[in-house]
Nanobody, 118 residues
């Protein structure tokens, strides 16, 4: 069983950048697809970005394409979400997920708060 711990959230001004990290425990990490979810107040849950086990395939929500980049370092059991040009409406908790794809994931982290001030 893989456990996920996010970090890197915080307060940033609109237009700024943040990098989220997700550290995974468990030997199966390198075989897991991984991703990031968010659900802003009043909005549907959204898979922000996903990456397959090798890093050779990625998926992004249309709303973040060109601004966010997902990556992974299997040797460190860690994935990252580099976020640029952040918008106030992207203020919410970001969750690291693993072991799935699309809208279905088997493992969730506890989340990290991202707050974008206007």
């Amino acid at each position: 069983q893989v456990q996920l711990v996010e970090s890197g959230g915080g307060l940033v001004q609109a237009g700024g950048s943040l990098r989220l990290s997700c550290a995974a425990s468990g030997r199966a990490f390198s075989t897991y697809s991984m991703g990031w979810f968010r659900q802003a107040p009043g909005k549907e849950r959204e898979i922000v970005a996903a990456i397959n086990w090798s890093g050779g395939m990625t998926h992004y929500a249309d709303s973040v394409k060109g601004r966010f980049t997902i990556s992974r370092e299997n040797i460190k059991n860690t994935i990252y979400l580099q976020m640029h040009s952040l918008k106030p409406e992207e203020t919410t908790v970001y969750y690291c997920v693993g072991g799935g794809w699309g809208d279905t994931w088997g493992t969730w982290g506890q989340g990290t708060q991202v707050t974008v001030s206007s």
